[in-house]
């Protein structure tokens, strides 16, 4: 396994780091990659300072005071994002255990910890943004973006949902009555427009700069009308809808309402995906290898068994593409396997796209620029271009050749700061 990052050379990294502050970086790049029109250029100078990209292109002056990072035989593009993950999550036990199980003995401290550590080692492995779509424990998610954001540890942009919102039981089955509601440590019950409506408000208080419901996880599912609160709530805030949804009638209410995002779809139809791509909706796809599926299993009665799902997932993946729905990366990764690192597991997923015959360019494209539209973060992030936030990767082989040279990343640049490298 290449570069498993640990926490201990992360602080190393940090010590080592160039300070942002008052100083213009200069970056050699080899090559720069612009994924959302799939071009490269070549012998580019890319200058930074206080955070930001200030000008890039061939032959630019260098001023005489700046610090130069020599990538010239390096491919730089913009810092990777993850549209679907959950930091403060990991399914310890994994294969068919009760889902309840995988937080039910976590206190928030605890899961906040958790979610600190997650975070550090997907931005020393090039994720210089992600969202967190729930399953927080009481809102851990928000002090570990608190406590990045102040500067207090490294990680990546994080643009969090609160707590899940979902008709009654979350995603829970059949708990008896007397053990009362317990998966509200997790999710929020709203069962009607005006109870939708609250829980938005409720997470936009805490933090949320996104908003996640779970459609079809029961027999019951949200109605047109309970979604058009939500996405009516959320839009009146400025912040998008993401639904947790495998396909069928919950699916076309999700459609209908106008939601942001379907995340996972893995049985959407041609005819649905037609209608994604016209209302502009995005599919966060969370394309599970195979080789993980027969670890996670079902997830506790969540999925179903890997022999179906696995091969669903290629072939929805290619429908998707296809039909021209805009995709957008999203991992879902919250399982360990042993020696290898969360950030190692997420690119696995890179074979489950080649497999599907998405183009290199189109792949990058759903990793950078198309995931910050998803996110409300594309005037900020997600390009290389003057004024934006300079969150930048490179690799010493061309991603676009082959995208499994992701894996090699091993420079991360976050809001002008050097994580890690330079490279030589
Ligand atoms: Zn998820």
């Known amino acids: 396994m290449k570069s498993l990052i640990t926490w201990a050379g992360w602080a190393l990294a940090m010590t080592l780091a160039i300070p942002a502050a008052a100083t213009t970086l200069a970056i050699r790049a080899g090559a720069v990659i612009d994924p959302e029109h799939g ?15 200030l000008a890039v292109g061939a032959g630019l002056a260098i001023p005489a005071d700046a610090t130069v990072i020599d990538l010239s035989h390096e491919w730089l593009m913009p810092g990777l994002m993850d549209a679907h993950t959950h930091l403060t999550l990991t399914e310890v036990t994994g ?22 550590r997650n ?30 954001d102040a500067g207090m540890f490294p990680g990546p942009t994080i643009i969090s949902c609160g707590k899940i919102i979902a008709p009654f039981g ?9 053990q009362g509601r317990f998966w509200n440590y997790e999710y929020i019950d709203a069962d009607s427009p005006a109870e939708i409506r609250k829980a938005v408000r409720q997470n ?11 459609l079809d996880n029961n027999a019951y599912h949200y109605s047109v009308e309970e979604l ?32 942001d995002s379907i995340e996972h779809g893995f049985f959407l139809t041609d005819a649905q995906l037609g209608r994604i791509r016209d209302k502009g909706i995005f599919l966060t796809s969370t ?12 997830s506790g009665g969540i999925f179903p068994p890997p022999e179906v799902l696995a091969p669903a997932i290629i072939d929805r993946l290619r429908r998707a593409h296809k039909i021209g729905v805009r995709l957008v990366f999203g991992s879902d990764t919250v399982n360990e396997m042993p ?19 998405i183009p290199a360019t189109d792949t990058l494209k759903a990793f950078t620029s198309e995931a910050a539209r998803l996110l409300h973060v594309d005037g900020e992030r997600g390009r290389i271009a003057g004024g934006l936030a300079a969150d930048l990767v490179a690799m010493p082989a061309d991603p676009l050749a082959d995208t499994e040279n992701l894996r090699r990343i091993d420079f991360v640049m976050k809001d002008g700061r050097v994580i890690r490298g330079p490279a030589r």
């Open 95 to 116: 294969g068919d255990a009760p889902f309840e199980s995988f937080y039910i003995k976590e206190s928030t401290a605890y899961r906040a910890l958790r979610g600190l």
């Open 339 to 357: 020696g290898r690192t969360r950030a190692d597991l997420m690119f696995d997923y890179l074979q489950v796209w080649r497999t599907a015959g």
């Open 228 to 259: 058009r609160a939500a996405v009516e709530e959320a839009h009146a805030a400025g912040v998008p809808v993401s639904t947790h949804v495998y396909g069928g009638a919950a699916a076309d209410n999700a459609i209908e309402a106008g939601v």
């Open 287 to 298: 394309d599970y290898p195979r080789a993980h599926l027969d670890i996670i299993g079902t």
């Open 204 to 214: 936009l208080y805490y933090g949320a700069r996104a908003i996640k419901l779970v």
């Open 170 to 178: 979350g995603q829970s089955h059949s708990i008896p009555a007397e």
């Open 39 to 53: 071009t490269v250029a070549h012998d580019q100078v890319v200058l930074v300072r206080d955070g930001r990209i």
């Open 119 to 148: 975070a550090g080692d997907l931005l020393a492995a090039g994720f210089t943004t992600v969202r967190d779509v729930g399953n927080a424990g009481e809102y851990a998610i928000e002090d570990v973006r608190r406590a990045i």
